[in-house]
């Protein structure tokens, strides 16, 4: 079955850097697009950023360009979500996300999530 199990939250100080992980089994992870969520208390969950299955191709959430980068390791079935400049307003849990089509019907598979706090 699809597992997706992120890693590497924690809490760091306004204009600090993480590195988010997450490890994917139970499909060929490099025919799929892979995707990076977040979803701060109160708010609705919100794309960060997407990877092509060869990585060759990224787009950013207005609010994280610039500051964040996603890249992938296809040979580890690993994602990874590089957050840099860090700010307050990043604090979210974030949630790593796979679309798969399942016979004729495109599934949402996603992670436990981790936790990212920004704060002095």
């Known amino acids: 079955q699809v597992q997706l199990v992120e890693s590497g939250g924690g809490l760091v100080q306004p204009g600090g850097s993480l590195r988010l992980s997450c490890a994917a089994s139970?499909?060929?992870?490099?025919?799929?697009?892979m995707r990076w969520y977040r979803q701060a208390p109160g708010k609705e969950r919100e794309l960060v950023a997407v990877i092509s299955s060869t990585g060759g191709s990224t787009n950013y959430a207005d609010s994280v360009k610039g500051r964040f980068t996603i890249s992938r390791n296809n040979a580890k079935s690993t994602v990874y979500l590089q957050m840099n400049s860090l700010k307050p307003e990043d604090t979210a849990v974030y949630y790593c996300?796979?679309?798969?089509?399942?016979?004729?019907?495109?599934?949402?598979?996603w992670g436990q999530g981790t936790q990212v706090t920004v704060s002095s």
């Open positions: 139970g499909f060929t992870f490099s025919t799929y697009f």
């Open positions: 996300n796979v679309m798969i089509m399942v016979r004729t019907t495109l599934e949402d598979y």
